[in-house]
């Protein structure tokens, strides 16, 4: 009799394998949080900077003048831009995307 309690004493004085690894289960735990954090942080400010760099104009727009034309007066704000072109067939007010596309073209004509 003696020994079927020695054997319950030694099993119930040995902990489990959980509980001998606890410790090394809660810093691991810790560090997965903190790394979970990070990495959405640095994906988050991945995306807002490439987002920023979708919405910027481009530094340097090109824009085809027809022959003949000139420039009478230009203005820009956010929107885009605005050219009062003089042409040989007239006037036009064109408007433009901050990216230099043409949005619309307004002619000038006497009646």
């Not at 040995?14 to 509980?19: F, H, K, M, N, Y």
């Not at 988050?44 to 003949?68: N, Q």
């Not at 009062?84 to 009646?111: A, C, F, N, Y």
Request: avoid cysteine.
């Amino acid at each position: 009799m003696q020994l079927d309690h020695d054997k319950a004493g030694d099993a119930a004085a040995e902990p489990s394998a959980i509980v001998r690894n606890l410790g090394m289960i809660k810093a691991a735990a810790i560090i997965m949080g903190v790394l979970i954090i990070v990495l959405t942080a640095v994906v988050i400010g991945t995306i807002a900077s490439r987002l920023a760099k979708m919405s910027a104009p481009p530094e340097t727009v090109s824009l085809p003048l027809p022959e003949g034309a000139t420039i009478r007066a230009a203005s820009a704000d956010d929107g885009g831009f605005v050219l009062i072109v003089d042409g040989p067939e007239g006037s036009e007010i064109w408007r433009l995307t901050p990216d230099g596309e043409r949005q619309q073209t307004i002619r000038i004509v006497q009646e």
